[in-house]
Nanobody, 120 residues
Framework: VQLQASGGGLVQPGGSLRLSCAAS????????LAWYRQQPGKQRELVAR????????NYADSVKGRFTISRDNAKNTVYLQMNSLKPEDTAVYYC??????????????WGQGTQVTVSS
């Protein structure tokens, strides 16, 4: 299984970006899709998480009301819509997912990271 993240880039403060992360390989089901970010000199932190069992979401306090996590089941893709971006959102963003190739075991996978830079 591979997770391929895309959509990062340079954006001005107040702008928007949408990150995408597509899962490929032998996939029976996916649960707990998430986005994390890592800023220079800091630990990786959870930004947003989506549980495919019920569809519940949770967000870091710093992004609530500005970021939205969603998924496209048919494409095995998770998105992160980021609005009202701030310089402090600058980081490398990683997608993460629990993927099962069958119906009873899950493994955790990381995407390769995509750089988001918010600067004027």
């Amino acid at each position: 299984v591979q997770l391929q993240a895309s959509g990062g880039g340079l954006v001005q403060p107040g702008g928007s970006l949408r990150l995408s992360c597509a899962a490929s390989g032998i996939i029976f089901s996916i649960k707990t899709l998430a986005w994390y970010r890592q800023q220079p000199g800091k630990q990786r932190e959870l930004v947003a998480r989506l549980s495919t069992d019920g569809g519940s979401t949770n967000y870091a306090d710093s992004v609530k009301g500005r970021f939205t996590i969603s998924r496209d089941n048919a494409k095995n893709t998770v998105y992160l819509q980021m609005n009202s971006l701030k310089p402090e959102d600058t980081a490398v963003y990683y997608c993460n997912a629990d993927v099962s190739p069958n119906s009873y075991t899950y493994e955790n996978y990381w995407g390769q990271g995509t750089q988001v830079t918010v600067s004027s």
